[in-house]
C-alpha cells in the first residue's frame, strides 16, 4: 500500500482491489455485539477539518475507533486556526505531539500533499478544494461492487455540477482505473474544462445516457462553492438534469443510484428516486466506515509506532 | 523432511480427538467448532464429519480470521484479512477452538480474545492436530493429535487434503534449514 492517501490517481488498480477486499472482510466488525477489534491500539489519528464536515468527518472518527485507534478531532473553528496560524504550524504542533495519522479536509487543492513535506505521519485525504477526495470514490466503488458484483464493464453516468466536484474528479479516475465505462453528464457550464482528457465519455442530455447505464451518479448541486448563476433555477435545474421517478423508469433493469449526500432533494434528485429501493445512498454511508477503516489498517501497519 | 504423520494416522488422530470432545462435554449439545484460518477451518469440518457420525447430530462449525488480533501488526504491517464465521449464538456454549499446530501459543491467545467479542461461551476449548511445544503463553491443548518435541529451529509441515491436495504431517529437520 501506499505511504499517504492523497488521490485516487496514486493508486493501482491492484491497490484498489486491496482496499476492497480488506474492507469487505472489516465490514462485518459493524454486525458484531462488540463493534472495535484491537488492531490500532496506541495509534492516534488526528482529524484535521479546516472546512465544514459532518459525515466524513464521523465516518473516519467512526472507523479509527473501531480499530480501537485514539481520535482526536480538530477544526478550525474554535482552534488556535481563527487566532490565525497557518497550516503547517497547526501541522508541526501535531507532529511534535506524535499523531501516526492526519486525516485532512482543506479549502485549498493540494493542502494534504503540502501537509506530507511537514510531518511524519500518514496523511489521508478527506478533500482538499475540488481537486481530490479518494476515500469517496473508494467507498462508491466498493458500493458499485457489492451491488452489482463487479466494476469491469459496467457502464457509470455522473451526472451534474463536475466543474466544482472532487468526489466526480476521483470517482471517474477510478472507476476507469478499474475498468468501467464512463459517461459525464451535465449542462456545459458545469463541466470542467479539458474534461475530454478525463478518459470518459461527455454528454448534454440525460434522457439519451439513462437507459444505457448501471450506476447512476448524482453529483450535489454546491451552491456554496458558486461563485456565479451557472444555471437559471433549481426548477429548471431538476427538470433538465435532476432524477426523478420517470426517469428511474426507464434505468434498465437492476441499474442503482448514488449520490455522495447530503441530498439536495427536488433539485439533483427528486424526493421519492432518494428513497426508493435501487437506490444505495444509504449503503454508501455505511460502506464508507469499512473503507475507511480498510485504509487505516492498510496505512499504518508496518513500522513500530513513533516514539 | 521426515513424514511424522500419515493420511492414516491423521484420520484416526482426529476420531479419538472427536470422542474425547464427546466424553468431556458429555455429547455435542452444546459445543460450536471454530477453525482458525487457513488450516484450522478443514480440520474443524472434518472433526465435525466425525462427531456427526459418532452423535447423529449436525455440529455448527465456523471459522475464525485472528489477523486483527494478532499482536505483531506494528511489526509485520497489514496481512491479508479472511472473513469470520460464526454459525449461531456463543452465549452459553462450549466453543472448541481448532488448529492445526500449536507453538507459541500467540495465535491461540488472539483467537480467544476474537471469541470473547462475539459473547460469552460456557468454555473455550483447544483442539490441535500437532502440539510442538515452545510455547510463550500459558496456554495448552485440551485435544491433541500427536505430541511433537522438535527443535525451535525446525519447522512443521501440516498438509491437508481440502488445502493441499494430500494429507501428512512433516517435520523439517534443524540440519535442513538455511541459516
Known amino acids: 500500500m501506499i505511504d499517504h492517501l492523497l488521490s485516487i490517481e496514486d493508486l493501482t488498480a491492484d491497490h484498489i482491489t486491496e482496499v476492497l477486499d480488506t474492507a469487505e472482510a472489516l465490514k462485518d466488525i459493524a454486525l458484531r455485539p462488540i463493534k472495535k477489534v484491537p488492531t490500532l491500539r496506541g495509534r492516534t489519528v488526528c482529524n484535521l477539518f479546516f472546512e465544514d464536515s459532518t459525515r466524513t468527518r464521523i465516518s473516519f472518527e467512526i472507523a479509527a475507533k473501531r480499530l480501537s485507534a485514539d481520535v482526536i478531532n480538530f477544526s478550525a473553528k474554535g482552534s ?43 496523511v489521508l485525504n478527506a478533500g482538499d478544494g475540488w481537486h481530490q477526495h479518494p476515500t469517496q470514490a473508494l467507498l462508491d466503488l466498493f458500493t458499485i461492487r457489492e451491488k452489482l458484483g463487479r466494476l469491469d464493464g459496467l457502464r457509470a453516468a455522473v451526472v ?85 421517478r420517470d426517469r428511474l423508469g426507464r434505468l434498465p433493469e437492476g441499474a442503482i443510484v448514488m449520490h455522495p449526500g447530503p441530498m439536495n432533494r427536488g433539485v439533483e434528485i427528486s424526493a421519492d428516486v432518494a428513497d426508493a429501493a435501487n437506490s444505495v445512498i444509504t449503503d454508501q454511508v455505511t460502506n464508507g466506515i469499512a473503507v475507511r477503516m480498510s485504509c487505516l489498517y492498510l496505512m499504518l501497519g508496518g513500522e513500530e509506532v513513533a516514539a | 523432511m521426515s513424514a511424522v504423520l500419515t493420511a492414516d494416522d491423521i484420520r484416526r488422530a482426529l476420531k479419538r480427538m472427536a470422542h474425547e470432545i464427546l466424553e468431556r462435554n458429555k455429547g455435542a449439545d452444546d459445543v460450536v467448532l471454530m477453525g482458525i484460518r487457513t488450516r484450522g477451518v478443514p480440520l474443524a469440518e472434518r472433526l465435525a464429519a466425525h462427531l456427526e457420525q459418532i452423535e447423529g447430530a449436525k455440529i455448527p462449525t465456523g471459522s475464525l480470521d485472528v489477523t486483527l488480533y494478532r499482536d505483531d501488526y506494528a511489526r509485520t504491517g497489514p496481512l491479508p484479512l479472511g472473513q469470520t464465521v460464526f454459525p449461531d449464538e456463543i452465549d452459553g456454549k462450549v466453543v472448541v477452538l481448532v488448529d492445526d499446530v500449536l507453538y507459541t501459543g500467540r495465535t491461540i491467545r488472539a483467537a ?68
Open chain 2, 112 to 179: 480467544m480474545d476474537a471469541t470473547m467479542d462475539y459473547g460469552r461461551p460456557k468454555a473455550i476449548q483447544l483442539a490441535v492436530l500437532v502440539d510442538r511445544g515452545h510455547r510463550e503463553l500459558p496456554i495448552r491443548a485440551d485435544y491433541v493429535g500427536k505430541n511433537l518435541p522438535t527443535a525451535a529451529g525446525q519447522d512443521v509441515r501440516v498438509r491437508l487434503e481440502s488445502v493441499d491436495g494430500h494429507d501428512e504431517v512433516l517435520l523439517e529437520h534443524a540440519a535442513e534449514v538455511t541459516p
Open chain 1, 80 to 122: 488556535s486556526v481563527s487566532k490565525g496560524e497557518g497550516l503547517k504550524d497547526t501541522a508541526l504542533t501535531l507532529q511534535a505531539m506524535g499523531v501516526d495519522a492526519i486525516v485532512v479536509r482543506h479549502s485549498a487543492s493540494g493542502a494534504p500533499q503540502q501537509l506530507t513535506q511537514w510531518v511524519d505521519a500518514k
Open chain 1, 160 to 244: 451534474g455540477d463536475v466543474f466544482h466536484s472532487r468526489v466526480a474528479r476521483s470517482l471517474v479516475q477510478g472507476l476507469t482505473t478499474m475498468g468501467a465505462e464512463v459517461t459525464i453528464v451535465g449542462p456545459p457550464t458545469l463541466l470542467p474544462p479539458r474534461v475530454d482528457t478525463w478518459g470518459a465519455a461527455v454528454s448534454y442530455d440525460i434522457d439519451e445516457v439513462v437507459p444505457k447505464t448501471d450506476v447512476l451518479y448524482m453529483l450535489r448541486v454546491q451552491r456554496e462553492r458558486m461563485s456565479q448563476q451557472f444555471f437559471p433555477s433549481s426548477r429548471e435545474y431538476a427538470r433538465l438534469w435532476g432524477i426523478d
